[in-house]
Nanobody
Framework: QVQLVESGGGLVQAGGSLRLSCAAS????????MGWFRQAPGKEREFVAA????????NYADSVKGRFTISRDNAKNTVYLQMNRLKPEDTALYYC?????????????????WGQGTQVTVSS
C-alpha cells in the first residue's frame, strides 16, 4: 500500500511563503520521479512542479517559475515545494504524486500514486 501524506499548507497573505512537504511510504521510491499538482475550485488539476529521482532535473509550470522550488530527500522519501512570493491565484488544493518512471513528467496521467492534498489559501 503506497501512502503519500502532504503537509505544510495554510493561509498566507499575498507575497508570503509556504513550504509543502510530502512523505512517501509503502514501497521504495528510488528511480521514481515526484511531482506537485494543484486544483482550484471549478478547475482541472494542473501541473506545478516535478523532480527526477536523482533530484537533478526539475520542471516547472510557467506560472510558478522563479517563485517555487521543488526538491527531494531520497533518504527520507520526501519531496518539498518551497513557495515564495505567493499570489491569490496560487490558492488551490495541492497534491503530491509519484510516478514509476524516473523523468519529471508534467501530465496528470503520467503519475501512479497520489496524496490527499493540502490546502493553500493566499489572501490579497
Amino acid at each position: 500500500q503506497v501512502q503519500l501524506v502532504e503537509s505544510g499548507g495554510g493561509l498566507v497573505q499575498a507575497g508570503g511563503s509556504l513550504r509543502l512537504s510530502c512523505a512517501a511510504s509503502g514501497r521504495t521510491f528510488s528511480n521514481s520521479a515526484m511531482g506537485w499538482f494543484r486544483q482550484a475550485p471549478g478547475k482541472e488539476r494542473e501541473f506545478v512542479a516535478a523532480v527526477s529521482w536523482t533530484g537533478y532535473i526539475t520542471n516547472y509550470a510557467d506560472s510558478v517559475k522563479g517563485r517555487f522550488t521543488i526538491s527531494r530527500d531520497n533518504a527520507k522519501n520526501t519531496v518539498y515545494l518551497q513557495m515564495n512570493r505567493l499570489k491569490p491565484e496560487d490558492t488551490a488544493l495541492y497534491y503530491c504524486a509519484v510516478r514509476r518512471g524516473g523523468s519529471p513528467g508534467t501530465e496528470v496521467r503520467e503519475y501512479d500514486y497520489w496524496g490527499q492534498g493540502t490546502q493553500v489559501t493566499v489572501s490579497s
